[in-house]
């Protein structure tokens, strides 16, 4: 397993590229504190064990206290629960330290197991009505990965997309007697593998950050925003190579590119109207002239439009770069008549004349910032009233939203997409600015979608169909195509109680302090409300309180006709298996369906009502199924309708 390659009087040896090619599991370099590094050939069978395996053996290996050693990898150092085959990347050099690991790397708490769930038109190319675990994130889906990493990879884009049939009859399922409940599906939210910090999704690709530092991408590569270097597309997250060095903390997706901001503040960027298609920092590519600024560096926060970007330093500083079209970068030099600053790619200059900012947003052709004390400044396009001031024109320098006071409504956070500005003040309450869209999508009517989608009306405007849509007063409705409902100058109150929002084109979702998640906008994909297949939400409406779960929601983001959470839950044994029963029974396992109504649940815990409810739904969409599957196993009809009848009971007083 071992092969010294370097330390004090050891030669260097010719390593054989092709030789190491063969070697079947994962490679890595190891380093101890004497200059010692050694060469680990791991077989497959290690990829779900430990780190603190890891570490042992090679304490053994040079004689020293297993209890007084740890490992650090590029990024930091490693815990030792944590698995291999999440924390460390093939080939890289990890390095043996004395003394025990950092207070960071071990923890008494509970472990949680955060999960990432992706709905809607996903950037793989499927569609998927209900949230699903992102594929490819846990140990056994990585074997597959890689099974198939050799084959062509297939093109990925909305023109091209793969269209499940939505409305297909289930297949039919074998008849068998009840098999007893095996090992966990690697889809289910307990997999172990890559633990998900947060994710940022563009309008056909998806980008994540690890709890270890690692950045990993997905989806459409035509302009390199994968940041692997080259324009071939993945359906399954892999990790970005050239920052596996880096320890990233905020990732961040334009429509075409990407960014993640590191542990020490540096901004690194890829994609269209960026440095290349490979991760640069920006503060040292030619963007920044080769760091003739201080852009790029101690960065908090950055946002990208549909060809500028603004970055928020955590001093509160502000920069802009890219084409100033519309006057979207805020520059009091080019406000001039016939300015070459409005013309063409341009670099940064100067941070902005603002006051020390907390927050930032860019649209299509407008940004917006949010001053420490609470006070919103907007600028660029105000073609449709997204920046506050009426309807028209162009704002040429960042000024006052006068819409809110800042005594009255001060402002927490701002977010942007296209032709709107979604608010939220400290006080929990969420407004729109613009809004109603201009965006056509070409090739899309509603004739495109299923049956019972079709019926919705092209009129309407919020859930209940009511007219009044705009939470009263006159104003002018915008063109709604595609987009998010607005009002053209005038502020509307989208939802209270509000801790963020998450933007794309044409959906939004709001996630609240003690209210669950809602959504709005575009629905076609089920993107807004999974498992609603109404074509428009013109108000917030609440998601049904089952889909993840029951696990509490850390983030939510939004991107072309897909949708993620990021959501946390204690790893126990019955969390487990009512995630295990939730995703068999959402498949359409009838098997597993017939047995839990044999078994019966009678269980008051909220956990057990989830799975009634699915149950239930499972036995309606599938019940010639689910009675073959009970004849088969030699049960009278009888019971089963009285099975049938006590879990409604059951799932009717849970809801009482």
Not at 59 to 75: C, D, G, K, N, T
Not at 176 to 195: E, K
Not at 202 to 229: C, F, I, K, M, P
Not at 464 to 478: H, I
Request: some cysteine; charged content about 20%.
């Amino acid at each position: 397993m071992f092969d010294v390659i370097a330390g004090p009087g050891v030669p260097r040896p010719r390593l054989n590229g092709a030789g190491c090619a063969r070697r079947r599991g994962c490679v890595l370099f190891v380093r101890n504190d004497c200059g010692t590094c050694v060469r680990v050939a791991l077989p497959l069978s290690w990829e779900a064990a430990p780190v603190r395996k890891l570490s042992t053996l090679l304490a053994q290996r040079w004689a020293l206290p297993v209890e007084e050693v740890h490992l650090e990898s590029p990024r930091g150092p490693l815990a030792d629960g944590q698995l291999l085959h999440a924390a460390i990347v093939p080939r890289e050099t990890l390095y043996l330290k004395s003394g025990p690991a950092p207070a960071a790397a071990t923890s008494d708490e509970p472990p949680k197991r955060p999960q990432l769930w992706v709905w809607g038109r996903r950037v793989d190319g499927c569609v998927s009505l209900l949230p699903e675990p992102q594929p490819g994130l846990s140990v056994h889906q990585e074997r597959a990965r890689r099974a198939c990493a050799s084959s062509p990879p297939r093109r990925i884009g909305r023109r091209v997309l793969t269209r499940l049939t939505r409305l297909a009859e289930p297949a039919p399922c074998p008849v068998a007697p009840f098999p007893l409940l095996t090992s966990a599906d690697p889809h289910t939210p307990h997999a172990r593998g890559r633990q998900v910090q947060a994710v940022a999704l563009g309008a056909e690709h998806a980008l994540l950050v690890t709890r270890d530092g690692l950045a990993l991408s997905w989806g459409s590569n035509g302009s390199g925003q994968l940041g692997t270097g080259d324009e071939e597309p993945r359906s399954l997250p892999a990790v970005v190579r050239l920052l596996a060095a880096t320890r990233c903390v905020v990732p961040s997706c334009g429509a075409r590119c990407s960014g993640v901001v590191d542990a020490s503040g540096r901004l690194w960027t890829w994609g269209e109207h960026q440095p290349a298609n490979a991760p640069s920092s920006l503060h040292s590519s030619w963007i920044n002239r080769h760091g003739a600024t201080e852009c790029g560096l101690g960065v908090r926060e950055v946002a990208f439009g549909q060809a500028h970007a603004i970055l928020l330093t955590t001093a509160g500083a502000v920069w802009t770069w890219g084409y100033n079209t519309a006057y979207c970068l805020g520059w009091a030099a080019a406000a001039g008549p016939g300015s070459a600053l409005r013309h063409g790619f341009q670099k940064p200059r100067e941070p902005l004349q603002l006051p020390p900012a907390t927050a930032v947003a860019a649209g299509a052709l407008h940004s917006a910032a949010v001053a420490a004390e609470g006070l919103l400044y907007a600028w660029g396009d105000n073609s449709v009233g997204q920046c506050g001031c009426g309807g028209g024109g162009c704002i040429t320098l960042p000024a006052p939203v006068s819409a809110f006071d800042l005594t009255a409504e001060p402002v927490a956070r701002v977010r942007c997409v296209g032709g709107t500005t979604i608010v939220i003040t400290r006080a929990g309450r969420c407004y729109m600015l613009g809004g109603g869209s201009q965006v056509e999508v070409g090739g899309e009517s509603d004739d495109d979608m299923p049956s019972d989608a079709s019926d919705a009306s092209e009129n309407e405007m919020d859930p209940e169909g009511d007219t009044d849509w705009l939470g009263g007063g006159e104003a002018r409705a915008a063109p709604w195509r595609c987009g998010l409902p607005g009002a053209l100058g005038l502020k509307r109150l989208l939802a209270e109680d509000v801790a963020d929002v998450a933007t794309a084109q044409d959906h939004a979702l709001i996630i609240g302090h003690r209210r669950p998640v809602r959504g709005m906008g575009y629905n076609r994909y089920g993107q807004a409300l999974p498992g609603s297949r109404r074509l428009r939400l013109g108000a917030p409406v609440p998601f049904p309180l089952d889909l993840f779960n029951g696990a509490r929601l850390s983030q939510l983001a939004a991107g072309g006709g897909a949708s993620a959470a990021v959501s946390e839950g204690v790893e126990n044994l019955a969390a487990r298996c009512t995630a295990a029963l939730l995703s068999a029974l959402r498949s359409s396992d009838v098997v597993v369906c017939a047995q839990l109504l044999d078994w019966g649940l009678g269980c008051d815990t909220p956990e057990a009502k989830g799975v009634e409810r699915e149950c239930l739904r499972c036995v309606e969409a599938n019940r010639m199924h689910v009675e073959a599957v009970w004849r088969s196993a030699g049960l009278p009809a009888a019971r089963l309708d009285a099975a049938l009848e006590q879990m409604r009971d059951a799932a009717r007083d849970g809801a009482d």
